[in-house]
């Protein structure tokens, strides 16, 4: 970050100039008020820009808004902090990038789902991903370059990240509740077809570990309610982070050595951590893996990260279950590497998350 040179720009700008006068700001984070017990995944991120006035606030900041006024930019010759000869300062508009369609409020039927197994989500979570996130996965070999990295390691995080970050579903706890769930869905709507315009309720079989249950806030919305009065399902971000840790850590290890592995791991662990809440924190209870869902947490990252979680931790932790975590570990200041990942992660996960069941529901059949 070249703060000198916005500065410089900005005083030449003189003392005729009436636009914006901040030169770069960083975001925090706000937690938007709960809604309901669906509201932590259908509530988009919300962020304050904090407007920055000296170099040194910008350390350890691995996410910045640059002020266009005081830049140069253009399709042909990028991005530069100084104008080239001939050039003005400031982004024309017919180079100003197209921004992301906003996600609907979740209010109304917009938030439906049909029954998704747990393969079929992460399956779509990583197609979204590549499809909404394109910038963040073409910087993936800058950053292995950078931090000299084995080639393929900061796309194997950004994989490895959406392979875990829903493990904590496969809880006795969640795939109980989705059992119930569903039971109640399909003696309520029989063979009716449901919002997606094909689909009926689906019985959850044995052996198999849902991701997201048949509900329609338009029409399910109370049942749900008096449904949770008998328990609602558990929370499953920062288990999921918990198991990654376990499981992963001695990989990235292996691959890495102990400092990089060490940034890596945090900054995937933080990004699942969060990755519906940003006031998350980490913290569990013990917790236990559903019958057989070691296995199933296994076959499913193999597939998505093409690398494997640690066989005799999950073996471990499906036989004695997952300890609590009361002191989560947190990511230094002062580590790049580490905010680097978690900042590209965070972004990955946001928009491979949220918009992964958008294709589904553009065939809504129920106005």
Not at 249 to 265: C, D, F, I, P
Not at 328 to 357: C, E, K
Request: glycine letters at 8%; a neutral charge; aromatic letters at 8%.
């Amino acid at each position: 970050m070249d703060f000198a040179a916005l500065e410089r720009n900005r005083e030449a700008r003189g003392p005729d100039y009436s636009g914006e006068s901040w030169l770069v700001k960083i975001p925090r984070e706000v937690e938007p008020e709960p809604k309901s017990a669906e509201s932590e995944i259908r509530q988009p991120t919300k962020l304050d820009w904090i407007p920055v006035t000296s170099a040194a606030e910008l350390q350890g900041q691995t996410l910045v808004l640059v002020n266009p006024e005081f830049v140069f930019y253009n399709r042909e010759e990028g991005f530069r902090w100084d104008a080239p000869e001939g050039g003005r300062l400031g982004v024309r508009l017919e180079d100003i990038p197209a921004a992301h369609n906003p996600r609907p409020t979740g209010e109304g039927g917009h938030y439906w789902y049909v029954y998704e197994t747990y393969q079929e989500h992460i399956e779509r979570v990583l197609a979204s991903a590549q499809k909404h996130a394109k910038d963040v996965w073409h910087i993936c070999p800058k950053v292995d370059r950078k931090f000299e990295l084995p080639d393929g390691t900061t796309e194997l995080a950004l994989k490895a990240a959406i392979a875990a970050h829903d493990i904590g579903k496969l809880s006795e706890g969640w795939q109980r509740w989705t059992r119930g769930w569903q039971a109640l869905q399909v003696a309520n709507y029989g063979q009716q077809t449901l919002w997606d315009g094909k689909s009926v309720a689906k019985t959850q079989t044995v052996g198999e570990y849902c991701a997201h249950t048949d509900y329609h806030p338009k029409y399910d919305k109370e049942r749900n309610q008096a449904f949770d009065k008998g328990g609602k399902r558990p929370p499953h971000a920062g288990e999921s982070a918990a198991v990654f840790m376990a499981a992963f850590g001695e990989v990235l290890r292996k691959r890495l050595g102990e400092k990089n592995a060490r940034s890596v791991a945090y900054g995937v662990a933080g990004a699942v951590t969060r990755h519906h809440s940003a006031a998350a924190t980490g913290e569990t209870s013990a917790w236990k893996l559903d019958a057989g869902a070691a296995a199933e947490a296994q076959r499913v990252f193999t597939l998505i990260a093409a690398a494997e979680l640690d066989p005799t931790v999950m073996d471990r932790l499906q036989r004695g279950g997952v300890k609590a975590t009361l002191r989560p570990l947190s990511l230094s200041p002062t580590d790049p590497l580490a905010w680097l990942v978690y900042t590209l992660a965070s972004r990955t996960l946001r928009l491979g998350d949220t918009r992964s069941f958008e294709a589904v529901r553009l065939q809504e059949a129920v106005s």
